[in-house]
């Protein structure tokens, strides 16, 4: 987690990371610590290496689709629900996959003027203007379709583990990832 978060500061001063390191930095965050929580939950239960290899897989997929929809919320939530206005990460310099995929798939011109923005200390309307470029390129459609990826190779994880009360309850759990939207 602590090499994660080195990586992301560091790429924050740079503000030069790409969709295969920020991939990098939440899985060395948020998913190594549900990946770790769900293995040693499973190694509470059981034995079996590649059961506990599992759940540490499920763990890490449904850890990467957490993340990306938390950092959607930057875009998409409200300050009453979340507690935090739309454009937090924005304003910490932080690059998350909804803007990476934006600067990746907009104007030149756009995505420079999008890294001024954020290099400068965001304003609140310069946020929205970073907002609806995101939106505009594609970048919130995008994030979504990768945390429905991860959030299926996290179903796929507990295809072989008998049905019960705790697998239902995993089951719930992605859905209530991927359902967040506020």
């Known amino acids: 987690m602590s090499e994660g978060e080195l990586l992301q500061i560091q790429k924050s001063r740079?503000?030069?990371?790409?969709?295969?390191?920020?991939?990098?930095?939440?899985?060395d965050k948020t998913a190594s610590l549900l990946s770790?929580?769900?293995?040693?939950?499973?190694?509470?239960?059981?034995?079996?290496?590649?059961?506990?290899q599992q759940m540490r897989d499920f763990g890490e997929h449904v850890g990467m689709a957490f993340q990306i929809r938390d950092d959607l919320l930057d875009y998409l939530g409200r300050r009453s629900i979340i507690g935090k206005p739309t454009g937090t990460d924005l304003k910490e310099k932080k690059l998350t996959l909804p803007l990476i995929h934006a600067l990746s798939k907009g104007p030149r011109s756009d995505a420079k003027q999008a890294i001024?923005?954020?290099?400068?200390?965001?304003?609140?309307?310069?946020?929205?203007?970073?907002?609806?470029?995101?939106?505009?390129m594609g970048g919130i459609d995008y994030s979504v379709e990768r945390a429905m990826q991860f959030s299926n190779l996290a179903r796929a994880d507990l295809a072989t583990i008998p049905d019960?009360?705790?697998?239902?309850?995993?089951?719930?759990f992605v859905d209530f990832v991927m359902a967040r939207n506020s």
């Open 14 to 27: 740079q503000l030069n990371i790409d969709e295969e390191t920020y991939l990098k930095i939440i899985s």
């Open 36 to 52: 770790t929580c769900t293995e040693i939950g499973a190694a509470s239960t059981t034995q079996d290496a590649g059961r506990r």
């Open 116 to 136: 001024r923005i954020i290099k400068n200390g965001a304003k609140q309307k310069d946020v929205q203007w970073v907002v609806d470029f995101v939106r505009s």
């Open 164 to 172: 019960s009360d705790s697998k239902e309850a995993l089951l719930e």
